[in-house]
Nanobody, 121 residues
């Protein structure tokens, strides 16, 4: 069984930094795209950043220049370095990955449980 486990959320003052991690575990054959989404109270979940298996990245306009997504394929882990945090970055952050598990004939999309990031002004 495949699962994603996030860590690294917390409370930080505006202008501060946090680093989120998300490790995939289980019977994994291959991982394609890995990404981070966030959901603020009263708002729809939105894509923050994505990193493809080859290393290409895409970011939401609101985080460009402040957030950096990276991955360690040997550890099946994706990271989100968040700098110059703003109160509007406050949300629950979810990681997502497209994973081919042992015994599966196709890639499936998996989600982590979410980690709270709170930025105080």
């Amino acid at each position: 069984q495949v699962q994603l486990v996030e860590s690294g959320g917390g409370l930080v003052q505006a202008g501060g930094s946090l680093r989120l991690s998300c490790a995939a575990s289980g019977s994994i054959l291959s991982i394609n795209d890995m990404g981070w989404h966030r959901e603020a109270p009263g708002k729809q979940r939105e894509l923050v950043a994505v990193i493809l298996s080859g290393g290409s990245t895409n970011y939401a306009d609101s985080v460009k220049g402040r957030f950096t997504i990276s991955r360690d394929n040997a550890k099946n882990t994706v990271y989100l370095q968040m700098n110059s945090l703003k109160p509007e970055d406050t949300a629950v952050y979810y990681c997502n990955a497209d994973i081919l598990g042992h015994g599966m004939g196709h890639f499936n999309s998996y989600w982590g449980q979410g980690t709270q990031v709170t930025v105080s002004s």
